[in-house]
């Protein structure tokens, strides 16, 4: 009769909840029994686990009662993670490892039959929620699960490949580990200490010297960038506003360390983290026919969605009108507090969503209402329905609302190349970091009294504010955001006070739909 214990994690949400694997043997009628509210693929790990370690020369004790509990009971378990710990928790239950030595580490891992093992999801999430808790462990992790999880600062990781490899390391001293000889020794990359990972180089994104002409959209999105804003651009079919999207992410200021982390954890928790894009902003473009749950996230146990996929980056939303009514309504909370609370009967999980909102549309069904040369074959009522499908509390929680007109053959094919991408990032990074200096956050972030204390708004410029608020009806939210607007023209400006001027471009942004 024996019995061990072995440490891992599970995750629920971004929090990394302890899993004690507790394997217990006993001489009885043999049977491999699994319980813990384990879900289906975690019940399936008593065969992989089994045919792991028999086919790594190891002994699986057929003759015996094995149970193996995952603590805490009442906590979901999912996925493959915990194939490693209750393997290694079997054999030190039967004295073919040292259990004791277990204590220091903690496992995570699924085993494929021939006892490989394969990556995870979710280990940098796993190895910063440990970081935040300032729990001091060692993690052993799969190839891939490794790396990502050793991008974060201090954490103490061990790459292995094989179960045998883990093994190895927790043998009794003078035990001939199977499959071992002079001929054929182990391998030196089958159990290594991981040294934190650096950034690579970043990724050539496509430049804004690409957009011929849309000066008015150009000085929009810059205004968006240096300032966190979230901007809407419509305009007609071909008019470019895809790929003016498309090349807002380059004009964002650098990610530091933590976002960094916060926004490759969240990918890795979906296992859509790549760490050649590590230290890179996210940009996410969902297509139109996405559902609500699919956008700020749900599912049991839940999961991120595309807003929280696109933390510290970009959320790019083509055809905006065309998205179901019920996953637009879904963004208003996100889009105002930064981040999501999925609730379930049983779970509750919080995810960040500081995203930035760039999302385009038509002004019609047809798409052709004011456009020059072109008959609009929508009628009034048509044109309504088709702008009435975005709801006036969304719309009001989107700042810059720019027109993207059709560019003319002659000046699309005999302009100029615009401006650089690193020219107008330049600008966008130094009225960033003056915000930052002087209140700690961007000003799209401002709320409350902190407006009124770092808008430092002067006197006529006051004046002018509340008399187009009152004459052009604005809510207070929309009010506030045209004066955030106007503090981050006036920080691109490198001004310190925001004057009449700032204002009076920043009432341009949120002029109503055209037709509506």
């Known amino acids: 009769m024996g019995l061990s214990l072995v440490q891992s994690r599970a995750l629920l949400g971004l929090e990394a909840v302890q899993v004690t694997v507790e394997v217990h043997m006993a001489n009885g009628l043999p049977s491999f029994t699994l319980v813990g509210l384990a879900d289906v693929e975690v019940k399936e790990a008593r065969e992989r686990v089994r045919c792991a370690i028999q086919n790594s020369g190891l002994e699986f004790p057929h003759n015996k009662r094995i149970t193996v509990n995952l603590a805490p009971a009442d906590l979901p378990k999912d996925s493959g993670r915990l194939d490693l710990p209750i393997a290694l928790g079997i054999l030190a239950a039967s004295g073919q490892i040292e259990g004791y030595r277990l204590a220091e ?17 979710g280990a940098l999430a796993m190895a910063l929620a440990l970081h935040q808790a300032k729990v001091q462990t060692s993690l052993v992790l799969p190839p891939g699960s490794a790396q990502e999880a050793a991008l974060v600062p201090g954490a103490q990781v061990y790459l ?9 390391q927790f043998m009794p001293e003078g035990t001939q580990p199977p499959g071992l000889d002079a001929n054929n020794p182990p391998a030196q990359d089958g159990w290594v200490r991981l040294q934190a990972a650096s950034p690579g180089a970043p990724a050539q994104l496509p430049d804004m010297a690409d957009v011929k002409g849309q000066l008015a959209a150009k000085r929009a999105l810059e205004i968006a960038a240096a300032g966190g804003h979230s901007l809407l651009l419509m305009g007609p079919p071909g008019a470019g506003k895809s790929m003016l999207a498309q090349r807002f992410a380059g004009l964002l200021p650098p990610m530091d360390t933590d976002q960094a982390l916060q926004s490759a ?14 230290g890179q902003r996210p940009t996410c473009s969902p297509h139109h026919s996405a559902s609500a749950v699919a ?11 595309e807003i929280s996929l696109a933390h510290h980056g970009v959320l790019f939303l083509d055809e905006l009108p065309e998205f179901p009514r019920q996953a637009l309504e879904a963004l208003r909370e996100p889009l105002e507090t930064g981040s ?8 509750r999980a919080e995810f960040p969503a500081r995203f930035q909102l760039i999302a385009a549309m038509n002004p019609c069904p047809c798409g052709y209402l004011g456009a020059p040369g072109r008959n609009c074959r929508c009628t009034p009522d048509q044109i309504s329905r088709y702008q009435g499908k975005l709801s006036g509390p969304l719309m009001d929680r989107i700042d810059l609302h720019v027109e993207v007109p059709a560019l003319a053959a002659e000046d699309l094919l005999q302009a100029a190349a615009g401006e650089a991408t690193n020219s107008i990032r330049a600008r966008c990074s130094r009225a960033y970091e003056h915000a930052q200096a002087r209140q700690g956050k961007n000003n799209q972030a401002l709320a409350g009294q902190e407006i009124d204390q770092h808008a430092r708004l002067e006197s006529a410029a006051s004046k002018f504010l509340q008399s187009a608020a009152r004459q052009l009806g604005w809510s207070a939210r929309g ?3 045209t004066l955030k607007i106007a503090r981050t023209i006036a920080d691109l400006a490198g001004s310190e006070i ?15 739909l055209q037709g509506a």
Do not use: K, N
Request: net charge positive; proline share 5%.
């Open 479 to 481: 009010t506030h955001r």
């Open 160 to 168: 292995a490949r094989t179960l045998l490899d883990v093994v190895r």
């Open 295 to 305: 956008l700020v996230g749900g599912g049991s146990p839940p999961r991120p969605g």
């Open 105 to 121: 580490y903690e496992f995570a891992g699924e085993l494929s039959l021939s006892g490989g093992l394969r990556p995870v999801r």
């Open 340 to 347: 999501i609370t999925i609730a379930r009967a049983t779970q």
């Open 498 to 512: 925001t004057a009449l001027s700032h204002v009076a471009e920043a009432m341009q942004y949120r002029r109503a």
């Open 265 to 278: 954890a969240i990918a890795s928790l979906s296992g859509r983290f790549d760490i050649r894009r590590w």
